[in-house]
């Protein structure tokens, strides 16, 4: 569990929901740094059109005013299914994670959280990624997208 935990950069003992404003917490363990940084997921409710949650935005916050957020994505849930029935799919877009700070982990461990706020909802789902990917980001869903999909518990049961 030790060993499991220093490899982990997300503090899995961390982990938090704040039920008020819809909104799981966690901090972020950089493998370079050794900083941990606040990340957290908001959950948005949608409009009439949809039952339950409309869309996610996560970000791993930095540490002071020049150096105000390192990483972030926005999931966003997919349209109707072919029988009016609200989309099962959370389809990532508009992420980023400043260059100092890529290919460590950022969007990976933003990606888990989003990933397990979303698995404890009681509506089932699916994280899938952007048609339109960096190669990077391909490469890293490939590696870790089960079937198209981020792991639902967002490795961290």
Same mark, same amino acid.
């Given at each position: +569990?030790?060993?499991?935990?220093?490899?982990? /950069?997300?503090?899995?003992?961390?982990?938090?929901?704040?039920?008020?404003?819809?909104?799981?917490?966690?901090?972020?363990?950089?493998?370079?740094?050794?900083?941990?940084? /606040?990340?957290?997921?908001? *959950?948005?409710?949608?409009?009439?059109?949809?039952?339950?949650?409309?869309?996610?935005?996560?970000?791993? *916050?930095?540490?002071?005013?020049?150096?105000?957020? +390192?990483?972030?994505?926005?999931?966003?849930?997919?349209?109707?299914?072919?029988?009016?029935?609200?989309?099962?799919?959370?389809?990532?877009?508009?992420?980023?994670?400043?260059?100092?700070?890529? +290919?460590?982990?950022?969007?990976?461990?933003?990606?888990?959280?989003?990933?397990?706020?979303?698995?404890?909802?009681?509506?089932?789902?699916?994280?899938?990624?952007?048609?339109?990917?960096?190669?990077?980001?391909?490469?890293?869903?490939?590696?870790?997208?089960?079937?198209?999909?981020?792991?639902?518990?967002?490795? *961290?049961?």
């Amino acid at each position: +569990r030790a060993w499991d935990l220093l490899k982990m /950069p997300i503090d899995g003992d961390s982990i938090r929901y704040d039920r008020k404003n819809d909104r799981w917490g966690a901090e972020f363990y950089d493998p370079d740094t050794h900083e941990r940084l /606040p990340m957290q997921a908001n *959950m948005y409710e949608g409009d009439d059109t949809y039952a339950g949650i409309s869309s996610i935005e996560g970000s791993i *916050m930095g540490l002071g005013e020049d150096d105000p957020q +390192r990483t972030h994505a926005f999931a966003e849930r997919q349209g109707d299914d072919h029988y009016g029935n609200p989309s099962s799919k959370y389809q990532i877009k508009d992420v980023w994670t400043k260059p100092p700070h890529q +290919r460590k982990g950022y969007a990976k461990a933003l990606y888990d959280l989003i990933a397990y706020a979303l698995s404890n909802r009681k509506e089932d789902y699916d994280l899938v990624g952007d048609s339109m990917q960096s190669a990077e980001a391909y490469e890293m869903w490939q590696k870790y997208g089960e079937y198209g999909s981020w792991p639902k518990d967002g490795g *961290m049961a």
